[in-house]
């Protein structure tokens, strides 16, 4: 009965791997390299990523604000022409005053600064002109712009 208590209990033991008896349970200086370099690879792929993602965002931020502006320029073309007609004596007056007379399209809201909104009319008939409403604007990355087009017609007979 005295041989069963005096013997070693070994418990769990691991088994050689390649037929070579580790010397110890941790890790190997390589093996912990390897494994951190690993990590690191994942974490900066998942930050460019990320940075990647915001920049995007901040580009659609800015194409939807500069889609709006060139539309509110559009509108406010359609604004001058509908009030040169509805102004004047005569329909045709009024709209021959709207096609001739010089504009300004200023961008109304001073918040969305950086964006610049140029506007043309060209003459296609002489009941209606094409008004071409720019908004450009600079970003990290380069130079956008934004472009919309619209014909409007002499609306009085």
């Not at 009319?121 to 604007?137: G, R």
Request: net charge positive; glycine share 8%.
């Amino acid at each position: 009965m005295k041989k069963i208590f005096r013997q070693k209990n070994r418990g769990f033991t691991r088994t050689p791997k390649f037929g070579v008896t580790p010397k110890g349970g941790g890790f190997t200086l390589v093996e912990t390299l390897v494994a951190i370099s690993i990590f690191t690879v994942s974490i900066l792929s998942l930050m460019s990523v990320l940075a990647s993602g915001i920049s995007d965002t901040n580009y659609a931020k800015q194409k939807m604000v500069a889609s709006y502006l060139a539309q509110e320029g559009i509108e406010y073309v359609r604004n001058m022409r509908d009030t040169d007609i509805i102004s004047a004596v005569n329909g045709q007056a009024g709209w021959d005053a709207f096609k001739v007379a010089p504009k300004t399209y200023p961008i109304t809201n001073p918040s969305f600064s950086g964006f610049t909104r140029t506007m043309s009319m060209t003459t296609i008939n002489t009941n209606e002109v094409k008004i071409i409403s720019n908004v450009s604007w600079t970003q990290a990355s380069g130079n956008y712009n934004a472009t919309f087009s619209e014909n409007l017609f002499n609306w009085v007979e």
